[in-house]
């Protein structure tokens, strides 16, 4: 499967602001934005001034590249979750952001169990979750209302683990998820609405992207 294998740091400072996408260390003085907080490449620092007007499609673009990025989520399969909440009863842009909400990776990002959504999804591909009794390998699975998270048995031995629940620091889990990192348990008590992602991403622009 692809997946991007450059420095992720080059990807906030694309995007101009930080995207979070290292966990801690976006936080820390060796976050690369705050050295270098200027478009990646030779012409990098003189480029803003060279461009300081953008076209209405290209801030769609940077928009929609925002937010695929945060997600970590290529262009087709972004493309995907996009038509399908096109498909929705719903506003397409909220609809968009809870589809990409519901992805598993993002699920134990947020309850506590990774520092990224990267290393949550590396967690998840390698194995070391059950969802509702049944193993589950696949980064992009869907959760719903009622759904139960867990670590495997063969996976709680791990050292991981204990670091994990010693960890006091983490951001608190939002509202739709009850989180316990001490029985390493998640619980989906409801499905995200709008107002529960806090994300700094305007999705109108993205919806007006893919309707050009």
Same mark, same amino acid.
Request: hydrophobic share 35%.
């Given at each position: ?54 076209? %209405? ?8 590249? *925002? ?37 598993? %990776? ?40 009622? %759904?139960?998270?867990?670590?495997? %048995?063969?996976?709680? *031995? ?55």
């Amino acid at each position: 499967m692809a997946r991007h294998i450059e420095p992720v740091c080059r990807l906030c400072r694309r995007e101009g602001e930080k995207l979070f996408l290292k966990g801690s260390r976006c936080l820390s003085g060796k976050c690369a934005f705050e050295r270098r907080s200027f478009i990646p490449g030779q012409h990098g620092p003189n480029l803003k001034a060279k461009r300081a007007k953008t076209s %209405d499609y290209g801030v769609q673009l940077r928009e929609k590249q *925002k937010l695929r990025r945060i997600y970590g989520v290529l262009e087709h399969q972004f493309e995907r979750y996009y038509n399908r909440a096109l498909k929705s009863r719903g506003v397409t842009g909220a609809e968009l952001l809870i589809l990409l909400e519901r992805r598993l %990776d993002n699920v134990i990002y947020r309850a506590g169990f990774a520092p990224s959504r990267a290393a949550a999804r590396q967690l998840v591909n390698h194995a070391h979750f059950i969802v509702n009794g049944n193993p589950v390998d696949v980064a992009s699975y869907l959760v719903k209302a009622g %759904d139960k998270i867990g670590v495997r %048995d063969e996976s709680r *031995k791990l050292p991981y683990w204990k670091t994990l629940a010693a960890d006091k620091d983490s951001a608190p889990a939002p509202t739709w998820m009850a989180s316990d990192r001490n029985a390493m348990q998640v619980l989906v008590q409801a499905m995200p609405s709008r107002q529960d992602i806090e994300i700094p991403v305007k999705e109108q622009l993205v919806v007006e992207y893919y309707s050009r």
